[in-house]
């Protein structure tokens, strides 16, 4: 147990709707983390968000949108969803230490939630 | 771009089998390297990480890697594997200046134990 929970754990939409995938950050975690596993590959970045505000974003479309909020949970929204989006959505939570929100990198991830885009 | 290239895709062993899995990452400068495990139906959970000092570095039940920069690599070893290792591994790279969390992770490699 991580300490790291998401919500929905499974979810169904189809191609055009906007779906919003909520995480809880592990206990004295500022910073979270999303990603994007698809099936077969490796997670990839998609944004981190630390005092609530983006903090770095991967390669994206801007209709992946996110946020924060005071007590460090976050959202992730999917706007005009598409077949591709389909995927294992991996939220993860960490401890930055710098003014600037630098992070080591080593992040405690939930059990993501599971998109599948009709 | 950065990129993280993990060569097998899937192994098999029989216990107590020697495990090596490779990775290489693409970036010249300073990395923190890490590799993560995922059994199955659990979360992804960090195995080891490398920052800085000792390039050899040991992690949870028995793993360790090692960090060679002159060939980008930082392979995971275990010298006698179980069934419960039976999982996937992904290793992963994040600059070292710390900036973000964003992490740049391999494709994955299967690992099956056969009893």
């Known amino acids: 147990e991580t300490g790291v929970t998401q919500s929905p754990t499974h979810l169904i939409k189809t191609r055009g709707q906007q779906v919003t995938l909520r995480c809880s950050s592990q206990?004295?975690?500022?910073?979270v983390s999303w990603y994007q596993q698809a099936l077969g590959q490796g997670p990839q970045f998609i944004f981190q968000?630390?005092?609530?505000?983006?903090?770095g974003r991967g390669n994206f479309p801007p209709r992946f949108s996110g946020l924060q909020f005071p007590n460090y949970s976050s959202e992730l929204n999917v706007n005009a969803l598409e077949l591709d989006d389909s995927a294992l959505y991996l939220c993860?939570?960490?401890?930055?230490?710098?003014?600037?929100?630098?992070?080591?990198?080593?992040?405690?991830f939930g059990e993501g939630s599971r998109l599948t885009v009709l | 771009a950065q990129s993280v290239s993990q060569h097998n895709h899937h192994v098999i062993l029989s216990e107590a089998a020697s495990l090596e899995l490779g990775c290489n990452y693409s970036?010249?400068?300073?990395?923190?390297l890490f590799w993560y495990v995922q059994y199955p139906g659990q979360h992804l959970q960090l195995l080891l990480k490398?920052?800085?000092?000792?390039?050899l570095v040991k992690g949870i039940k028995g793993f360790e890697a090692e960090f060679i920069k002159s060939k980008f690599s930082f392979n995971l070893r275990k010298p006698s594997v179980q069934w419960s290792d039976t999982a996937e591994y992904f290793c992963?790279?994040?600059?070292?200046?710390?900036?973000?969390?964003?992490?740049?992770f391999g494709q994955g490699t299967t690992l099956q134990v056969k009893p």
């Open positions: 993860a939570s960490s401890l930055a230490l710098g003014l600037a929100g630098e992070n080591t990198g080593e992040l405690f």
């Open positions: 206990s004295g975690h500022n910073t």
């Open positions: 968000y630390y005092r609530e505000e983006e903090n």
């Open positions: 970036y010249g400068g300073t990395v923190n």
């Open positions: 490398y920052f800085s000092g000792d390039p």
């Open positions: 992963a790279v994040n600059h070292g200046s710390g900036n973000t969390g964003k992490l740049i």
